[in-house]
């Protein structure tokens, strides 16, 4: 996974799953875009993070707020692509 510049996240808020040993898996897809213009190429998951386009703010917010989730709750599996 990729380092986060958000602080670190509250505890687990999310509705809790219909049943309790249920586990919640999301896929997510990201975009290049998250990146910015690249110093090189090709791009890897440790080229900065640095969007300079709304589109790739929005798809690294959303990337952040998926890992926080992961992080604060242990029944959530995310994948970032």
């Given at each position: 996974?990729?380092?986060s510049?958000s602080?670190?996240p509250?505890?687990c808020?999310a509705p809790?799953?219909?049943?309790?040993?249920?586990?919640?898996?999301?896929?997510?897809?990201?975009?290049?875009?998250?990146?910015?213009?690249?110093?090189?190429?090709?791009?890897t998951?440790?080229?900065?993070?640095k969007?300079?386009?709304?589109?790739?703010?929005?798809?690294l917010?959303?990337?952040?707020m998926?890992?926080?989730?992961a992080?604060?709750?242990?029944?959530?599996?995310i994948?970032l692509?």
């Open positions: 996974m990729r380092r510049s602080p670190a509250a505890p808020t809790q799953p219909m049943f309790p040993h249920m586990r919640v898996q999301i896929v997510f897809s990201s975009s290049c875009t998250v990146y910015g213009i690249p110093e090189k190429v090709p791009i998951e440790d080229t900065p993070l969007a300079i386009s709304p589109y790739g703010r929005t798809k917010f959303q990337e952040d998926f890992r926080d989730l992080v604060g709750c242990k029944d959530f599996r994948l692509l």
